[in-house]
């Protein structure tokens, strides 16, 4: 049984930066790649990036690349997302997920991913 929780979501001003947490429990695979994924009102889920399991080799979405930075601390089963010089089009909800196992390699496609985070709103105005 492996949850995700995100947290560190809020409202900033264009500009701003917020650091977004994905803490895992049950979580029997610190090693598994872990995504971040973002979906506003009426839109596709997006990918944002993802990390390897020993957060040597993290990857972005073009939107995001030079801006959000992802790391992770394994003895704290945790992912992290920065979000800096944030948009107002980064204004979306914003999910991390897991693959299964740390066999999967790294995906862009959400629907690889196994589990998943009930996400954290991020606001830029």
């Known amino acids: 049984e492996v949850q995700l929780v995100e947290s560190g979501g809020g409202s900033v001003q264009a500009g701003g930066s917020l650091r977004l947490s994905c803490s895992a429990s049950?979580?029997?695979?610190?090693?598994?790649?872990m995504g971040w994924f973002r979906q506003a009102p009426g839109k596709e889920r997006e990918w944002v990036g993802f990390?390897?399991?020993?957060?040597?080799?993290?990857s972005y979405a073009d939107s995001a690349k030079g801006r959000f930075t992802i790391s992770r601390d394994n003895a704290r089963n945790t992912v992290y997302l920065e979000l800096n010089s944030l948009k107002p089009e980064d204004t979306a909800m914003y999910y991390c997920a897991a693959r299964a196992t740390a066999y999967s390699s790294c995906t862009a496609v959400a629907g690889n991913y196994y589990y998943w985070g009930q996400g954290t709103q991020v606001t830029v105005s």
């Open positions: 990390v390897d399991g020993r957060g040597s080799s993290p």
């Open positions: 049950g979580y029997g695979n610190s090693l598994a790649c």
